[in-house]
């Protein structure tokens, strides 16, 4: 899979799977509200809402060329919140859409 795109990457569910099951130093990043992340959330996934992401992305997130799973609840966010991490020099950093659509394990 090629990585370094300056650009979000759209990727399905199996996908973001699969590169978790590959690269387990990936970032999984949940960008619901802290509520919503406490209510179930995919494991090992990172909570940072949408709304604080220019804010607290440097401290959270201080390798922008690490690798970035990004979903939130449906896929709107998740995809808002990409574009922003990608506008704030993030390189390496995919979408896979909404928790709604994650049919593997939750926590």
């Given amino acids: 899979m090629p ?14 799977r699969a590169i978790m099951q590959t690269h387990p130093g990936a970032t999984i990043l949940d960008v ?17 809402p949408d709304n604080t992401i220019e804010a607290y992305a440097p401290r959270v997130l201080p390798n922008k060329g690490a690798l970035i799973l990004v979903y939130c609840k449906g896929g709107s966010r998740s995809r808002g919140a990409a574009s922003t991490l990608v506008e704030m020099g993030y390189t390496n950093v995919y979408d896979f859409g909404g928790i ?8």
């Fill in 32 to 48: 619901r509200s802290r509520q919503e992340y406490n209510a179930e959330h995919i494991p090992g996934a990172v909570c940072l």
């Fill in 100 to 107: 709604d659509s994650w049919p593997y394990e939750r926590e």
């Fill in 3 to 16: 990585y370094g795109y300056n650009t979000p990457r759209r990727i399905t569910s199996r996908q973001a």
